[in-house]
């Protein structure tokens, strides 16, 4: 009973040690277009200072994201391309718009893009522009995927979603350390059944 004891104490202890290892708040995010084609990505903020509602714009230092990335696919899946508009906190997008409610895990405003790649062809998906690149008052309209071509400054749109799905990632280091303690608990329950169906 006393190593049962003892395995419960290891648990908490390990799981009490990884919590605060990484503050850090993981989130992937998704949609797909009414043409077929999808985006994927991910963001990630500090959860320990960030606000219930978070707001970014611009490039330049940003206020709560840490990263945000976006990759695009075509309807047949294949990777067209993929960038980070954040950084360790630092956006390189003049474009970027970002309004995210930690509470109820709403993306409802989104301007994010791939030209991070240095491709001349790069995505960009907004609710901040309408389906003919006009903008508009920031979340009136649907999510525009576009591609744009850099050297000649033009963008196509390829299609819209009406709803960015976002989904908690679970952190490495929490996911190890749990995996860690189950494993010891499950070493001292074996050796426990051992000893006493031997004894």
């Given amino acids: 009973m006393k190593r049962i004891a003892s395995a419960g104490l290891l648990v908490t202890a390990v799981l009490g040690f990884a919590a605060p290892v990484s503050q850090g708040a993981t989130f992937a995010y998704s949609f797909t277009t009414n043409t077929g084609y999808t985006g ?55 474009y970027l718009g970002f309004e995210y409610d930690t509470a109820t895990l709403a993306l409802s405003l989104l301007d994010n893009n791939t030209t991070s790649s240095g491709n001349d062809l790069s995505y960009f998906v907004s609710n901040y522009v309408d389906p003919a690149n006009a903008p508009v008052t920031p979340g009136s309209t649907t999510f525009n995927l576009f591609s744009t071509t850099r050297s000649t400054n033009t963008a196509v749109f390829l299609g819209s979603a009406s709803q960015i799905v976002v989904t908690p990632v679970p952190e490495p280091a929490t996911t190890t350390a749990a995996g860690m303690a189950f494993l010891a608990v499950g070493g001292l329950l074996r050796r426990r059944w051992r000893a006493l169906s031997t004894g």
């Fill in 40 to 94: 994927a990505g991910e963001f990630s903020y500090d959860a320990a200072t960030a606000p219930a509602v978070i707001v970014e714009s611009g490039s330049g230092p940003t206020t709560s994201l840490l990263s945000l990335s976006l990759a695009v696919f075509s309807p047949s899946s294949t990777l067209l391309d993929s960038g980070s508009s954040v950084i360790n906190s630092v956006s390189s997008s003049p």
